[in-house]
């Protein structure tokens, strides 16, 4: 089994800065592409940024400039480092991650449980 595991939320003031941590572990061959994702109450789930395993970044326009996605590969960790937060930042970010659990399979898609991160006005 696989497990994703986040770290690294909670309440921060508009302005300021956090780091958000995902630890993998477990039966992995590869890791690819890992990502962050968020959701804020009544929302759907959206695209907050995403890494190749080469480091190639992307980010939608609302965090770019902002947010900074990196990786260590010998870890198996994926990074979100967040500033100048603002209030519409708000929400419960998600950990994923394409992972090829064993050699000769194919890649299935994981996700962590989640951590909440809360900007005040």
């Known amino acids: 089994q696989v497990q994703l595991v986040e770290s690294g939320g909670g309440l921060v003031q508009a302005g300021g800065s956090l780091r958000l941590s995902c630890a993998t572990s477990?039966?992995?061959?590869?890791?690819?592409?890992m990502a962050w994702y968020r959701q804020a109450p009544g929302n759907q789930r959206e695209f907050v940024a995403t890494i190749t395993k080469a480091g190639t970044t992307n980010y939608p326009d609302s965090v770019k400039g902002r947010f900074t996605i990196s990786r260590d590969n010998a870890k198996n960790t994926v990074y979100l480092q967040m500033n100048s937060l603002k209030p519409e930042d708000t929400a419960v970010y998600y950990c994923?991650?394409?992972?090829?659990?064993?050699w000769g399979t194919g890649p299935e898609d994981h996700w962590g449980q989640g951590t909440q991160v809360t900007v005040s006005s």
């Open positions: 477990g039966s992995i061959f590869s890791i690819s592409t």
């Open positions: 994923y991650a394409r992972i090829i659990m064993r």
